[in-house]
């Protein structure tokens, strides 16, 4: 979603994300993305699509995604996953092109 903080705790440290509005609009423009489960470094799957979107735009929101997955054996336990409900929302990897850090104190 658009200018909502999302807590990160990675490798990387703990902090929070914000993505702009308009964010996507020049990668959108210029190609498809590709779906992948754990961001393309899933042991199973690794980078071969999971499934095939079928609508991806910016919305008043932030980034809709309609995709439908494949259905094969390596997909079935990610699609099962989704289901039950252990797999609850999406995430995607990009490249920061302009960034702003501010620490909790304001500073």
Do not use: C, Y
Not at 10 to 32: C, H, M, P, V, Y
Not at 65 to 94: H, Y
Request: hydrophobic content about 40%.
């Amino acid at each position: 979603m658009f200018d909502t903080p999302t807590r990160i705790d990675s490798w990387e440290g703990q902090f929070d994300e914000q993505i702009a509005r308009g964010a996507f609009k020049r990668t959108l423009n210029a190609r498809n993305p590709v779906l992948q489960f754990d961001h393309g470094h899933d042991a199973r799957t690794g980078s071969v699509p999971i499934g095939a979107i079928q609508q991806i735009s910016e919305d008043a929101t932030g980034l809709f995604v309609r995709a439908e997955l494949f259905d094969n054996p390596v997909v079935e336990p990610i699609r099962q996953a989704i289901a039950g409900g252990a797999i609850g929302g999406m995430s995607f990897r990009f490249r920061v092109v302009d960034d702003r850090w501010t620490k909790q104190d304001g500073e």
